[in-house]
Structure formats: structure tokens, C-alpha cells
């Protein structure tokens, strides 16, 4: 089974309107941390948000915001105000256990396409 | 911030030709470094998990005879690709993990890539 599933491949929205991009994840591991990458056509990953499996609130860096839905196994990321220079790959990924040696499992990606 | 130090950006060989490249942290210490390979428009695909000073832990149905990685110290690991071939070509990505950060918020900090395309 797939740890990390983002189910849109690609997503299109205007400038300046909010866009969300859906993430859900499984494990059985109490313990877990999930982050939101992004991934501009350069190659580089940009780390944008980190969500702990006990964080009580919402994380929020900015525009951005994640969507914790741990009943549902969900973390999804909202960009608000959306920019041209959001377009790109984003990427969801989640570490189990918290020790530096545990590598990042990622999704499958979601292309976001935002236009004037 | 934490920066992750990737060499080369883009390699162009010849087949059969053998291809080292670099991951270096610049201002933080490693125990642990992964490699990714990623094919276009497709999700990091972890090769392996370079351990300093031991040998590397590489995920199934990656071959260790033809990715070979070297961790010599707390701030570089390096991936070897022997006797690359076309279908070798891809983009590889580095990451690495303080090692004196606790907890899981600590996120892992990427190389900018290497494209490697085998004619």
C-alpha cells in the first residue's frame, strides 16, 4: 500500500485565489511528521511546511496552511492568494519516528499551474 | 539555513562511462545522507541511505554493484553510477538531516540535483 497518496495530478488555478492540494497518508506508527515540498521546473525542492503527528494546531508559514485531518489520515496543504511564481511540483512527504536516520517517503507529486 | 551542497548540477557522458557525484553539508554534520532518483514529472524515489562510516542501506531492487556510495565523513557522501547506460539517466537528488536536530519537525535539506543523461 502506498504510504503517501496526492490523487491530483494536476491542478489549475487563478491568480490571487486559494487552491488546495490534497494529501492523505497510512501508517501505523504513533509518532510520524509530514511535510509539503514544492518543486519548481530548476529541480530544487523547496521545504514549505511541517505538520507533527501531535502538533494540536495547524501549521501555518505564510500563505501557506496545512489542512490536519489525523482521524482522516489527510494533510492537506492550502496555498491563499495564489501567485505566479507558485507554479510547480508539490510534493507531500511523511517521516515515521523521528530520528535522524529515517529517510522522507514522498507522493506521487501534484503540477500547479496558476495563471493570470 | 542548513545547505546542502550537490556536485555536479548536469553530467552528459558517453555509455559505459563511470560517474561520481558529490553531497556535500556546508554547515551542519551528518550521520546520515539519502539519495533519490527521480524520473520527469515523477514522484523521489529513495535509492539508498548513505551512513558515515558504514556501509550504505539501499532499498529493494536497487543495485548495489551499479550504484555505489561512499560516506568517508560527517559532511560528504558520494554516489557512484558504474558503467552508466541510457537507461541510467535521470535526476538524482541528495538530502541530509542534521544529525544533533531532535525531534521530527527537523525537516531534510536538499541538494539543488544532478542530471545525468547517458548518451
Known amino acids: 500500500a502506498q504510504k503517501i497518496t496526492q490523487t491530483q495530478p494536476g491542478m489549475f488555478v487563478q491568480e490571487k485565489e486559494a487552491v488546495t492540494l490534497d494529501c492523505t497518508y497510512d501508517t501505523s506508527d504513533p509518532s510520524y511528521g509530514l511535510f509539503w515540498y514544492k518543486q519548481p521546473s530548476s529541480g530544487e525542492m523547496i521545504f514549505l511546511i511541517y505538520?507533527?503527528?501531535?502538533?494540536?494546531q495547524n501549521a501555518t508559514e505564510g500563505r501557506y496552511s496545512l489542512n490536519f485531518q489525523k482521524a482522516r489520515k489527510s494533510a492537506n496543504l492550502v496555498i491563499s492568494a495564489s501567485q505566479l511564481g507558485d507554479s510547480a511540483m508539490y510534493f507531500c512527504?511523511?517521516?515515521?519516528?523521528?530520528?535522524?536516520?529515517?529517510?522522507?517517503?514522498f507522493g506521487k507529486g501534484t503540477t500547479l499551474s496558476v495563471s493570470s | 539555513g542548513a545547505v546542502v551542497s550537490q556536485h555536479p548540477s548536469r553530467v552528459i557522458c558517453k555509455s559505459g562511462t563511470s560517474v561520481k557525484i558529490e553531497c556535500r553539508s556546508l554547515d551542519f554534520q551528518a550521520t546520515t545522507m539519502f539519495w533519490y532518483r527521480q524520473f520527469p514529472k515523477k514522484s523521489l524515489m529513495l535509492m539508498a541511505t548513505?551512513?558515515?562510516?558504514?556501509?550504505?542501506?539501499?532499498e529493494q531492487g536497487v543495485e548495489k554493484d551499479k550504484f555505489l556510495i561512499n560516506h568517508a565523513s560527517l559532511t560528504l557522501s558520494t554516489l557512484t553510477v558504474t558503467s552508466a547506460h541510457p537507461e541510467d539517466s535521470s535526476f538524482y537528488i541528495c538530502?541530509?538531516?542534521?544529525?544533533?536536530?531532535?525531534?521530527?519537525?527537523?525537516?531534510?535539506?536538499f541538494g539543488d540535483g544532478t542530471r545525468l543523461s547517458i548518451l
Open positions: 538530502s541530509a538531516r542534521d544529525f544533533r536536530a531532535s525531534g521530527s519537525n527537523q525537516p531534510q535539506h
Open positions: 548513505s551512513n558515515e562510516g558504514s556501509k550504505a542501506t539501499y
Open positions: 512527504a511523511m517521516r515515521e519516528g523521528d530520528q535522524a536516520g529515517t529517510a522522507l517517503i
Open positions: 505538520q507533527g503527528s501531535y502538533d494540536q
